[in-house]
């Protein structure tokens, strides 16, 4: 039953984190600049924040997903600002003057993941996404008791399946990643630093049509 609960968390862990928003974009570009440590870190952080928003829709916390319900433009107009902001600063960066910080400064990994981690609860609205999931792939219990039990194991099998996609995704990128010369990186830091922008003026403009 247990094994059930937590293959189902990894189909749902993988729903989650495949589409490529600006968190993957973002993954992807620390892959190609920094190694795939980087951009696995930066993958957990989005993994465990996924975990929490998982873990609030699969208790069912109504306080928290009312609130946020009610405060939904707020929360997208927020969520789009910051996403616009990390996309001008990706854009504006050079990445010489990236690569000659990474060298001097060995490890940043914690940082990449937290930056990851809160750019990720930004997005509350994400909740509603595994509330969908959650009622798809989550199955039911008649016992109180049994369904916390069930929806921990559902909670572990999430975080695995966000850990084995960003994992695969920073491997493979980073199989890549010595094919990319100083010019490239130029290009891949503006590409990015454009697809995330769209990305978040989309969000803000969107939260006016809801």
């Not at 749902?12 to 620390?30: H, T």
């Not at 990720?120 to 909740?127: D, F, K, Y």
């Not at 016992?143 to 996609?165: K, N, P």
Request: aromatic letters at 14%; hydrophobic letters at 55%.
């Amino acid at each position: 039953m247990e094994l059930e609960f937590i293959i189902r968390g990894i189909i749902i862990g993988l729903l989650a984190s495949i589409p490529l928003g600006p968190i993957g974009v973002l993954c992807i570009q620390r892959t190609i600049n920094k190694g795939q440590k980087y951009g696995f870190a930066s993958g957990m952080g989005a993994a465990i924040s996924d975990t929490i928003f998982a873990a609030i829709a699969g208790f069912s916390l109504s306080f928290i997903i009312n609130f946020i319900d009610e405060q939904r433009i707020i929360f997208q107009l927020v969520g789009g600002v910051v996403v616009l902001i990390l996309g001008i600063k990706i854009f504006i960066t050079n990445p010489v003057t990236q690569l000659r910080k990474n060298k001097r400064k060995k490890s940043s990994l914690f940082e990449d993941f937290i930056s990851v981690f809160f750019l990720t609860l930004s997005n509350p609205l994400a909740i509603f996404l595994f509330i969908g999931f959650i009622a798809a792939w989550g199955g039911s219990n008649s016992s109180e008791q049994h369904s916390i039990i069930s929806t921990i194991f559902l909670l572990i099998g999430v975080l695995l399946g966000g850990m084995t996609w960003w994992f695969s995704l920073t491997w493979i990128v980073n199989r890549f990643r010595k094919k990319f010369g100083l010019k490239q990186l130029w290009w891949i830091n503006k590409i990015t630093g454009l697809i995330i922008g769209i990305i978040g003026i989309a969000a803000f403009a969107s939260a006016y049509f809801i």
